[in-house]
């Protein structure tokens, strides 16, 4: 059965802090990993992993995919107050996605 | 920025009646999703379409369920007779492209409808 596991469940930093999610995965067919915010309702887009060793970056965000040791990484730097959210990791296999239970991130002024 | 449209935001209904949710995916998208995502549980895949067909599904996506595109735009889920255990989250996604490893396979979700059976 296909599975996604993040760490930690749930995290609360100072603002100007870095933080790193983790999401480790077991998925038939692999196709690619993606990173997802949610705030209030849709988890909007942020980063898709196809290769590994390849950093993505954007702005103060970057992830990372290690495809022997089936697992990425999420970093944000410099945190900021609206960075609080539920950040999610999930994994295509053939079609669907398969989602990770999500890491919730509180950032305190 | 084009987005995916879901209506209402918000549906209350009554057990052992039908409801449907509504999608207007982006436009030039061609593959279609739903997944519900139970209060504190992870999101779950229902089901895909493309071509006016149902290219896969979950054991979720039993016979109580069913998708339609009845027009150009519109991408539906129906529940035939809802349950209490159908109160969820339910998004709808949509991509361009399902080719491995592209931004055009990148799936974009709706805000969503929260799905409330009494």
Redesign the interface.
Known sequence: EDKVVQSPLSLVVHEGDTVTLNCSYEVTNF??L?W?KQE??????LF?L??SGIEKKSGRLSSILDKKELFSILNITATQTGDSAIY?C?V?G?????????TRLTINP | EPE?TQTPSHQVTQMGQEVILRCVPISNHL?F?W?RQILG?????LV?FYNNEI??K?EIFDDQFSVERPDGSNFTLKIRSTKLEDSA?Y?C?STLS?E??V?K????????TRLSVL
Do not use: D, H, W
């Not at chain 1, 053939?94 to 999500?102: E, H, R, T, Y």
């Not at chain 2, 549980?41 to 895949?45: A, D, I, N, W, Y």
């Not at chain 2, 396979?105 to 969503?112: D, K, P, S, T």
């Open positions: 196709r690619s993606l997802y209030k309702k849709a988890p909007t887009f898709m196809t290769s999610l999930a295509q053939a079609q669907k996605l398969v989602f990770g239970q999500g | 995916v593959y999703y997944y549980q992870k999101v779950e895949f895909s290219s896969e979950s989250m998004f996604a399902r491995a490893g931004s396979n990148i799936q974009y979700f709706g805000a969503g």
